[in-house]
């Protein structure tokens, strides 16, 4: 029995479950009848936010010039983001190698020409002799050729076979001069076109220096906005005294009318957009403008994100087509929406319970009226307004510099003393080697002297024994006829014509050996002179291996890009600063914000600032320059900042030092007679911000609508009254609803 009257039980109990699942079921397809249908949910938008940094779609492009030096230092560079013209200087490389070497190949061109004309004059010279050497002997060949035509009869047969036999002997000595000549002429040519040759590659060397030279400063092709570029093997901006090397990209001026996104697509995301696609770009400096977009190109093929990253990304290009570009820079980081999203509808999210604070531990305040500062972050370290790097520095066919001396770090140093020193074993060397070469010129000056006066006077003598056998031809010729013979009379003749040619000869021969011995003397004086010049040249070079000190002030080192600093017997190179002396009574901040809030920093705004090892102490300044192009913050921080740099108001010696690190705080804007609460006694919702307003023995919450606000005010726009009192509350965490 009691079994039965548990299978009744059971089955009334399946029963009523039953019941009560079918009666909720028709009660809601009852509502649903009466309830109008609701739209068919949207699918859900696959958007896609990619980040990446602006970059000019065209630009002028400055480079890093070929010269014979490879290596360049910069001397001077326009600031990074300043306003350009057409034709400006921008930059400008040491160009004292060059026009060392440009001083050598311009006297080594005039020593080319020199020698050129001293060789046509010897040549001249050499010419004439040896035409005179043919024309004495045709000559013979004509008094010959007279005895030779008087007939066998009228002499004996010896006198006659002599006779023929020196007519032979004359033609065959006439033929030995003439190719003598022509010899000579065709090697005199070959040895002019070596010489011609000589000179071009001269005159070729000094234009390429010249060019050279001329190229080391370059000049803005375009209006614009000058951009450094990046070294990138220390993944930062080029900056003055930096070495770089040919083909490097130094600076580019962009055209900011056409701009791009160079972003990165990861490979886990391929295939979530096309090329084509719509997109907004939003900078980070100016968050509230969207810039329409497109997908321009997407790589092909992945590639590491970094060196020795394992992740893997395409590089995507997405073109600005519109928007308000003005202010936007190069490099400044932006992010893409791909594709763009609308305004989102603010949500409806009831107001979540909170815990009611604990009067014991808050404090009252009241809403009042005050000045809102409106404040961004600023980090930096101090150094001094006037510093100057301090290094090896440019010197002609220097390359090995080696630290013989150097001031020690902290030491106080006057105007003018020397504080680096290098070695200079190797320059004495080469000074006494060229004082010799200077020297020895000299003497060879003076012997070529002796040896061309000698010269000139055996041409003298030469010309006065052609002129007494000119004039004793001449007598010979103004015999009658009757008197002397007539073979004789021709004999005479043709000597007086031979002495006469002779005369003209060696007073041309005379001409070309002057300026032979002019252009030979010029040749050997400019040997002197460069080897002179190379001796000054080593002795203001050993004289500049010691650097002074280019004011009074302390000695820091300076540490390389591997932090470690410069001793005694180590070796740098040309560029490489070894230390500064700064002025430690002018300190500035050289300092940086973040991108985002680049756009709200102004030249002139006041900063407040507290050194890390004083943090108590405040200091004040106001900005004196602010870049607007944004870089790196650090090789190996990617975060993009923009520099600035601060004037203090007054400077502690006793507190400050270069390099100590610094926080501050810059004003970018003042709301006059704001109503303010402070910051802590907002408590942010999802429905929005309330304050707690005593009320009685507890506290009830009230709305409110918050504007602006820095580190410590909050702007009230709605919700409270001047002189409304709240309470400052610690945050607490919601209270979970009961049910």
């Known amino acids: 029995m009691k079994r039965a009257d548990l299978s009744r039980l059971a089955l009334a109990a399946v029963l009523l479950l039953a019941?009560?699942?079918?009666?909720?079921?028709?009660?809601?397809?009852?509502?649903?009848?009466?309830?109008?249908?609701?739209?068919?949910?949207?699918?859900?938008?696959?958007?896609?936010?990619?980040?990446?940094?602006?970059?000019?779609?065209?630009?002028?492009?400055?480079?890093?010039?070929?010269?014979?030096?490879?290596?360049?230092?910069?001397?001077?560079?326009?600031?990074?983001?300043?306003?350009?013209?057409?034709?400006?200087?921008?930059?400008?490389?040491?160009?004292?190698?060059?026009?060392?070497?440009?001083?050598?190949?311009?006297?080594?061109?005039?020593?080319?020409?020199?020698?050129?004309?001293?060789?046509?004059?010897?040549?001249?010279?050499?010419?004439?002799?040896?035409?005179?050497?043919?024309?004495?002997?045709?000559?013979?060949?004509?008094?010959?050729?007279?005895?030779?035509?008087?007939?066998?009869?009228?002499?004996?047969?010896?006198?006659?076979?002599?006779?023929?036999?020196?007519?032979?002997?004359?033609?065959?000595?006439?033929?030995?001069?003439?190719?003598?000549?022509?010899?000579?002429?065709?090697?005199?040519?070959?040895?002019?076109?070596?010489?011609?040759?000589?000179?071009?590659?001269?005159?070729?060397?000094?234009?390429?220096?010249?060019?050279?030279?001329?190229?080391?400063?370059?000049?803005?092709?375009?209006?614009?906005?000058?951009?450094?570029?990046?070294?990138?093997?220390?993944?930062?901006?080029?900056?003055?005294?930096?070495?770089?090397?040919p083909g490097m990209t130094l600076a580019r001026i962009p055209d900011l009318d056409a701009l791009r996104v160079e972003a990165l697509l990861f490979d886990v995301d391929d295939g979530r957009i096309r090329v084509g696609d719509r997109a907004a770009v939003v900078p980070d400096t100016f968050p509230d403008r969207r810039l329409p977009a497109r997908v321009a190109s997407i790589a092909p093929v992945a590639q590491p994100v970094g060196r020795g990253s394992p992740r893997m990304a395409f590089r995507v290009l997405v073109e600005v087509t519109g928007g308000d570009l003005s202010g936007l820079r190069p490099g400044m980081s932006v992010r893409a929406e791909v594709p763009p999203g609308g305004a989102t509808a603010p949500s409806q999210a009831r107001p979540t319970p909170f815990a009611a604070p604990d009067l014991t531990a808050a404090r009252r305040s009241k809403a009042e009226r005050r000045d809102l500062v409106l404040t961004v972050e600023l980090k930096g370290e101090l150094a001094a307004l006037d510093a100057e790097a301090i290094g090896p520095v440019k010197l002609p066919e220097v390359w090995d510099y080696r630290i013989s001396f150097l001031a020690p770090e902290g030491v106080p140093v006057k105007k003018g003393q020397p504080v680096l020193g290098f070695d200079t074993t190797n320059l004495r060397q080469q000074l006494e080697e060229k004082k010799a070469e200077s020297e020895s010129a000299g003497k060879e000056i003076e012997r070529r002297r002796r040896g061309l006066a000698l010269s000139r006077g055996d041409l003298e003598l030469q010309r006065a024994q052609a002129q007494a056998r000119h004039a004793k031809a001449t007598l010979k010729v103004d015999v009658p006829a009757e008197v002397a013979g007539a073979n004789e009379l021709r004999k005479s003749r043709f000597d007086r014509d031979l002495a006469s040619a002779e005369v003209a000869s060696v007073n041309r021969r005379l001409e070309a050996a002057e300026r032979a011995a002019r252009a030979e003397l010029s040749i050997l004086e400019g040997r002197r002179r460069r080897a002179a010049l190379r001796a000054g040249e080593l002795a203001v070079t050993i004289e500049r291996m010691t650097i002074l000190s280019p004011r009074a002030g302390t000695v820091l080192h300076v540490p390389n890009w591997n932090g470690e600093k410069k001793k005694v017997g180590d070796?740098?190179?040309?560029?490489?600063?070894?230390?500064?002396?700064?002025?430690?009574?002018?300190?500035?901040?050289?300092?940086?914000?973040?991108?985002?809030?680049?756009?709200?920093?102004?030249?002139?705004?006041?900063?407040?600032?507290?050194?890390?090892?004083?943090?108590?102490?405040?200091?004040?300044?106001?900005?004196?320059?602010?870049?607007?192009?944004?870089?790196?913050?650090?090789?190996?921080?990617?975060?993009?900042?923009?520099?600035?740099?601060?004037?203090?108001?007054?400077?502690?010696?006793?507190?400050?030092?270069?390099?100590?690190?610094?926080?501050?705080?810059?004003?970018?804007?003042?709301?006059?007679?704001?109503?303010?609460?402070?910051?802590?006694?907002?408590?942010?919702t999802e429905a929005g911000p309330f304050v707690w307003v005593p009320k009685g023995s507890g506290a009830r919450r009230v709305q409110v609508t918050v504007g602006r606000r820095n580190d410590e005010w909050v702007e009230i726009r709605s919700g409270l009254a001047e002189g409304s009192a709240i309470l400052r509350v610690a945050p607490s965490s919601p209270k979970e609803a009961s049910s």
């Open 19 to 245: 019941a009560a699942s079918v009666f909720p079921g028709c009660r809601k397809a009852s509502a649903a009848r009466g309830a109008p249908a609701a739209p068919p949910a949207s699918p859900p938008v696959d958007r896609l936010l990619l980040t990446g940094e602006l970059a000019a779609v065209r630009s002028a492009d400055l480079f890093v010039p070929e010269t014979p030096l490879w290596a360049l230092q910069l001397r001077f560079l326009a600031e990074d983001g300043a306003v350009v013209k057409q034709g400006d200087r921008v930059a400008e490389f040491d160009a004292t190698g060059l026009t060392s070497d440009l001083e050598q190949k311009r006297i080594a061109a005039v020593e080319a020409e020199t020698e050129l004309v001293r060789f046509d004059a010897d040549r001249e010279g050499t010419t004439l002799a040896k035409e005179q050497a043919v024309l004495a002997r045709r000559t013979d060949v004509e008094k010959a050729r007279i005895d030779a035509e008087i007939p066998a009869q009228l002499r004996s047969r010896r006198d006659h076979e002599e006779k023929q036999l020196a007519l032979k002997r004359a033609e065959t000595e006439l033929a030995k001069a003439a190719e003598d000549l022509a010899s000579y002429r065709t090697a005199a040519s070959a040895d002019r076109a070596a010489k011609l040759i000589a000179l071009e590659r001269a005159r070729s060397e000094r234009d390429k220096l010249e060019t050279g030279v001329a190229a080391l400063t370059l000049r803005a092709p375009k209006d614009g906005v000058f951009v450094v570029g990046e070294n990138p093997r220390e993944r930062k901006k080029l900056l003055t005294g930096d070495t770089l090397w």
């Open 571 to 684: 070796g740098c190179w040309f560029g490489e600063k070894v230390l500064e002396v700064p002025d430690l009574a002018r300190l500035g901040v050289q300092g940086d914000v973040d991108e985002a809030d680049a756009g709200l920093v102004a030249e002139g705004a006041a900063v407040s600032l507290r050194l890390d090892a004083h943090p108590d102490t405040e200091f004040r300044g106001r900005i004196r320059t602010v870049q607007r192009t944004v870089q790196r913050a650090s090789p190996q921080v990617p975060l993009k900042v923009a520099r600035l740099s601060v004037a203090l108001e007054k400077v502690d010696p006793e507190k400050m030092k270069p390099g100590m690190r610094i926080r501050g705080r810059v004003e970018t804007g003042r709301v006059p007679r704001a109503l303010v609460v402070p910051s802590d006694a907002v408590v942010p």
